[in-house]
């Protein structure tokens, strides 16, 4: 993307593969923003607290011992 000011002074940026992809991941932090961002779309708000949860649940996903654990978390 170029970018034109007003002077006339140009900026340029260019992102080969964008962020999330395969050789661009994304960090856990990005990734948890990108997941509060997404949940502002449903259509049943989930709960603060469920959220919460499922962000805590998931950063420590290999010591739950079911993550069937995760699915009432995800429902309004």
Not at 15 to 42: K, M, S, W
Not at 43 to 66: A, G, M, Q, T, W
Request: aromatic letters at 6%; proline letters at 8%; a negative charge.
């Amino acid at each position: 993307m170029t970018v034109t000011l007003k002077d006339g002074r140009e900026f340029f940026r260019q992102i080969d593969i964008a962020p999330g992809f395969p050789g661009n991941p994304l960090t856990n932090v990005e990734q948890e923003a990108r997941f509060h961002d997404c949940i502002t779309y449903a259509k049943k708000p989930l709960r603060k607290e469920n959220v919460e949860r499922i962000v805590e649940s998931v950063v420590h996903i290999d010591h739950l011992s079911d993550v069937r654990t995760l699915i009432p978390l995800l429902l309004p």
